[in-house]
């Protein structure tokens, strides 16, 4: 069964102890890596098939913590030495408990069946893949060795639930440099909270997701080892051996310093990272100061004009009168683009600097390097911002129907796409030049979800974005969501016709109407809802 801190953490909720049954194993909610410690029991002796499966599900949710050495001892002896848990975990929702179910034995030999809501799965590289919540069921072959009942030849892989999962797993980021060299860009991934600056020490040595390949250049050379004693942590400073050549130029030599302390400072016990390469220190000096951004401006558009909000009223950006959803540069406030009745405008100090036929109806994006996107159909989007005027960008994936909105995450390096009748939300790189300048919208995933449609979508980091998601006869919902992580929503208070936010999803403007028809532009701060300036028709935030 579950012990130690679980069993502490429950206690703490209670005024007495419940004397009306026996102790049972129990699953508890926990926030996502929080570091709870997990312990297990072996098989019991005499166990029946389906008990010795159901405590094996639960071996397996303090496997992490052990080295699934617990989870073993319910394996055949020849499985024990076989198994590679750590091949795929299969998520199930912690609120649907395991159906465990044993057929009829055969001799020496039964199946048992376990049937789960499954949720996500996680992949040997710590990537994880979201799936429409549906049931999953495997089934165990047991056959008996002295007579008690073990699991025999199962599958390369786990089952836990969600809460289990967040409970001993770390969302963490991989940084790998832009191939132009100018910013990281991050590769979400699930590793085990225990030992995790020597997990994400491997997953640099390994290099970036595939799909991350147009954008990035693992600064680590190829054929790098890690030593057998992998990484040392010491009062704060993590010390990093290589077997690898020293970089011959500086700049390689700073974006190695730069991918491995971005990504190993992550870890709550690492300050600091010291590199040595083939027993040469690598001089930490000239690391590269990564480009600022923020989200937090928040521009809006009235009868009079489009200008930048602030408790003191509206400061005019242009006097402009038919705009809407309009939004500013996430590195340049005075960079400012709209959405007019024949297409989008843009202009930097109230100069025109861009303007893209077309209908953009949810609005621009601007990214960080000034290229302002705006109208597009379903193979392209049209960019603007450049001394050329207008030009094309090619967007994968044009069997999934027309675009209706391109939103570009704050490093420039994603793309969030609306697209499609029953509209849908899709990841993907965004392919540039040595100067910035766009190429492709590449390697498009679609965001999976239970049920509904898009509204609109809307970056708050480079790493994380929500959604309003809509289903018949249901509230809006705001669906926050980190690349590579796992949902959460809650409801809005009025039917949305647009949504952005600032730099958190709790930073959010929303458009649309409430049950009575009436109009309605809400800002929300923190858990509370307000009503935007009265002048105000739409707002939206930086980006």
């Known amino acids: 069964m579950l012990l130690a801190v679980a069993a502490c953490l429950a206690l703490a909720g209670c005024t007495s102890l419940p004397t009306s049954s026996a102790p049972a194993p129990f699953d508890v909610s926990a926030r996502d890596g929080s570091g709870i410690q997990f312990s297990a029991e072996g098989p019991s002796d005499g166990a029946d098939a389906a008990t010795l499966v159901s405590d094996f599900l639960l071996a397996c949710a303090a496997g992490p913590q052990d080295d699934y050495a617990t989870a073993r001892l319910f394996l055949s002896a020849t499985s024990a030495r076989s198994w590679q848990p750590e091949m795929e975990i299969l998520i199930y929702d912690t609120d649907a408990a395991p159906a465990v179910t044993a057929g009829s034995e055969n001799g020496s030999e039964v199946d048992v069946t376990v049937s789960v809501l499954g949720v996500a799965s996680i992949d040997a590289s710590g990537v994880l893949t979201r799936v429409a919540a549906s049931t999953v069921t495997r089934t ?17 892989m786990v089952l836990m639930s969600r809460a289990s999962f967040t409970a ?11 191939t132009e060299g100018g910013d990281l860009v991050a590769d979400p991934r699930w590793y085990p909270s225990r030992r995790l600056a020597s997990h994400l020490l491997a997953g640099l040595v390994e290099g970036p997701r595939q799909s991350l390949e147009p954008v990035t250049a693992n600064a680590i050379p190829a054929g790098t080892t890690v030593p057998s004693q992998g990484l040392d942590v010491v009062d704060g400073v993590a010390r990093v051996e290589l077997n690898a050549v020293v970089p011959a130029t500086e700049g390689a030599r700073a974006n190695l310093a730069w991918e491995l302390t971005r990504t190993l400072t992550q870890v709550a016990d690492v300050s600091q990272v010291s590199v040595s390469l083939s027993g040469d220190v690598l001089d930490a000096q000239g690391i590269p100061v990564p480009p600022t951004y923020s989200l937090d401006t928040l521009v809006g558009a ?9 408790s003191s009223g509206l400061t005019s950006l242009t006097s402009t009168t038919d705009a809407s959803n309009p939004t ?9 683009a709209w959405s007019g009745t024949d297409g989008v405008y843009a202009h930097r100090g109230g100069t025109s600097v861009a303007f893209l036929p077309g209908q953009a109806p949810l609005g621009p994006s601007v990214d960080r390097f000034g290229w302002v996107w705006g109208p597009a159909t379903a193979s392209s989007v049209s960019v603007g911002g450049g001394v ?24 420039g390096t994603r793309a969030l796409v609306l697209r499609g009748s029953e509209a849908s939300a899709w990841v993907g790189v965004v392919e540039r030049d040595a100067s910035g300048r766009p190429l492709a919208i590449r390697s498009l995933e679609q965001i999976p979800l239970e049920h509904g449609q898009v509204v609109d979508a809307s970056w708050t980091t480079s790493t994380g974005f929500v959604l309003v998601v809509r289903t018949t006869g249901e509230d809006d919902q705001l669906v926050t969501l980190p690349l590579g992580g796992l949902p959460s929503n809650v409801s809005l208070p009025i039917r949305v016709t647009s949504m952005s936010a600032g730099g958190s999803s709790s930073v959010v403007v929303i458009s649309g ?8 532009v809400l800002i929300r701060s923190g858990a509370l809802w307000q009503n935007a300036p009265e002048s105000l028709t739409s707002a939206r935030y930086a980006g």
């Open 513 to 520: 109407t409430d049950a009575a028809g009436k109009a309605q």
């Open 328 to 336: 500013v540069s996430p590195v340049d406030p005075s960079l400012v």
């Open 302 to 310: 009235g009868p009079d004009g489009v200008g930048i909000v602030s």
């Open 168 to 178: 001993s797993f770390s969302l963490a980021n991989l940084y790998f440099p832009t």
């Open 140 to 156: 165990f072959s047991l056959v008996r060795e002295d007579g008690q009942w073990r699991i025999n030849s199962p599958e390369n």
């Open 388 to 411: 050329d005027g207008a030009f094309s960008v090619s967007v994968e994936s044009e069997s999934a129907g027309e675009i209706h909105a391109v939103r570009i995450s704050p490093d």
